[in-house]
């Protein structure tokens, strides 16, 4: 049987590892320096529960204090990950604002199919949102959240793990 195809579209501020992030997901390895994202797409295959899947992952360029939500990003997504760094909050408020817009504009029973991520974990010295603050985002927006680093590949599986059942759950609505 041809696999089911689910799509993700990464978002979230400059900076925060989107693009880090999803290269250990589909490759695990790490891109050999930093480099804005232009948009770009990764396939991932999975096998779940005896099904196969092709994971189209889009990467998308972050902005300091906003994301164009664009109707590119949104037909046909089964899944958004949604990305902020643990070392900086404005990017904790433009997650926020990213799912307020999504819900806006696509999900006006106000749950979007997102997982929420706190990239940069290790960084916990110069943390400025905490781990209850994240963890009672995703509870209100009713989301899974973890906390992850590129550095530690349990936090990685878990994110996989969140990203890939959950648009698996909006698939089979779609
Ligand atoms: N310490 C630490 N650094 C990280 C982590 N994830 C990413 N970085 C670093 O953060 C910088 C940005 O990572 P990218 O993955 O390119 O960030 P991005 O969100 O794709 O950035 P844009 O494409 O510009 O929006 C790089 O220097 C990474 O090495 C992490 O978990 N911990
Ligand atoms: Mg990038």
Redesign the pocket.
Known sequence: MKPRVLNIVVL??????????ISRLVEDS??AF????PKAVSKKSITLQSTDYTCLIT?T??HATYTPISPQFIIGTHAFLL?YSIDSRESFELVKLIREKLVEFCYPEGTAPIVCIG?????SSVREVSLEEGRSYGLQIQSPFLE????SYGSIRTCGMALFLNPLLAADTY
Do not use: E, F, M
């Open positions: 979230g501020g400059a900076r925060v590892g989107k693009t880090c992030l790490l891109p930093y480099q804005t994202t990467d360029t972050g990305v990239n940069k974990r290790d960084l992850t680093s590129i550095h």
